[in-house]
């Protein structure tokens, strides 16, 4: 069945449900989640009772239209899903690397630019690392004190939270990488920020980076290990956060 006939059926049906009239819906979530459905954005924007909705979705790709008369509705970034429960280190406690990037490398895909840039930069700058590009993520990733997570296919992806999980400190090279994560994953409080602009603001940044002091960086393994759980789909903590954040959005819950 065309996805465009699915989402033209399911606004045909919340128009006649009387408890999706009830609020206009509300008090309704629609999950849009999956990165195809910024595919089919010219045809989700016709759908008035869709949109509705508040919506969880893929990277906040354009929903409204510019002159939309709809009465604004929450809207939240998606959660990934990391691949794994994350690595354990070689030796319980210790780092053995300062950097890891564990991440495809298309040398002629200008979206994988920056992740062959940083490769090249590591090896330039004689920085400690086991893996950039393609490779085994453990133990490698838990080995490592920093995690990059770098542009590919597209701005966001699953790295950060395997990095997490990996009890290690990610690395954002994009300030709209911050913009994809839910707010109650606060990975500012979690990650550093390295410039990938230029080999120059790049080695700046890493510099920046292993100049923290032993303070700072175990603040941020605390808050990672704080905020572990709301990462981790798995543990149906993050569920939990969605539906309170819509919740108090929506001004049903304090």
């Given at each position: 069945?065309?996805?465009?006939?699915?989402?033209?059926w399911v606004d045909?049906?919340l128009?006649?449900?009387?408890?999706?009239?009830?609020?206009?819906?509300?008090?309704?979530?629609?999950?849009?989640?999956?990165?195809?459905?910024?595919?089919?954005?010219?045809?989700?924007m016709?759908?008035?009772?869709?949109?509705?909705?508040?919506?969880?979705?893929?990277?906040?790709?354009?929903?409204?239209?510019e002159?939309?008369?709809l009465?604004?509705?929450?809207?939240?970034?998606?959660?990934?899903?990391?691949?794994?429960?994350?690595?354990?280190?070689?030796?319980?406690?210790?780092?053995?690397?300062?950097?890891?990037?564990i991440?495809?490398l298309?040398?002629?895909?200008?979206?994988?630019?920056?992740r062959?840039n940083?490769?090249?930069?590591?090896?330039?700058?004689?920085?400690?690392?086991d893996?950039?590009?393609?490779?085994d993520m453990?133990?490698?990733?838990?080995?490592?004190?920093?995690?990059?997570?770098?542009r590919?296919?597209?701005?966001?992806a699953?790295?950060?939270?395997?990095?997490?999980?990996?009890?290690?400190?990610p690395?954002?090279?994009?300030?709209?990488?911050?913009d994809?994560?839910p707010?109650?994953?606060?990975?500012?409080?979690?990650?550093?920020?390295?410039?990938v602009?230029?080999?120059?603001?790049?080695?700046a940044?890493?510099?920046?980076?292993?100049?923290?002091?032993?303070?700072?960086?175990?603040?941020?393994?605390?808050?990672?290990?704080?905020?572990?759980?709301?990462?981790?789909?798995?543990?149906?903590?993050?569920?939990?956060?969605?539906?309170?954040?819509?919740?108090?959005?929506?001004?049903?819950?304090?």
């Amino acid at each position: 069945v065309s996805p465009h006939v699915g989402f033209d059926w399911v606004d045909q049906a919340l128009g006649r449900s009387e408890y999706f009239q009830r609020s206009k819906g509300a008090d309704h979530i629609l999950v849009l989640s999956h990165y195809l459905t910024r595919n089919l954005t010219p045809f989700f924007m016709d759908l008035e009772n869709l949109l509705l909705c508040n919506r969880i979705t893929f990277h906040n790709f354009p929903q409204r239209r510019e002159n939309s008369q709809l009465p604004p509705r929450l809207e939240m970034p998606h959660l990934y899903l990391a691949n794994k429960d994350g690595c354990k280190p070689t030796t319980p406690g210790q780092k053995n690397a300062d950097f890891a990037m564990i991440a495809s490398l298309k040398p002629h895909d200008p979206n994988f630019r920056d992740r062959s840039n940083v490769c090249n930069w590591l090896k330039d700058g004689n920085y400690s690392y086991d893996v950039c590009g393609k490779g085994d993520m453990c133990p490698y990733l838990a080995d490592a004190k920093f995690g990059f997570h770098v542009r590919g296919d597209d701005v966001g992806a699953h790295r950060p939270f395997e990095t997490v999980a990996s009890g290690t400190v990610p690395l954002f090279t994009l300030m709209e990488q911050y913009d994809l994560m839910p707010p109650f994953a606060p990975f500012e409080e979690m990650s550093f920020f390295v410039n990938v602009s230029t080999p120059e603001t790049f080695h700046a940044s890493l510099q920046a980076v292993l100049a923290v002091s032993d303070e700072e960086y175990n603040a941020k393994l605390a808050a990672i290990a704080k905020y572990a759980n709301f990462v981790d789909v798995k543990t149906g903590v993050p569920f939990d956060a969605y539906m309170t954040h819509f919740a108090r959005g929506l001004k049903l819950q304090d």
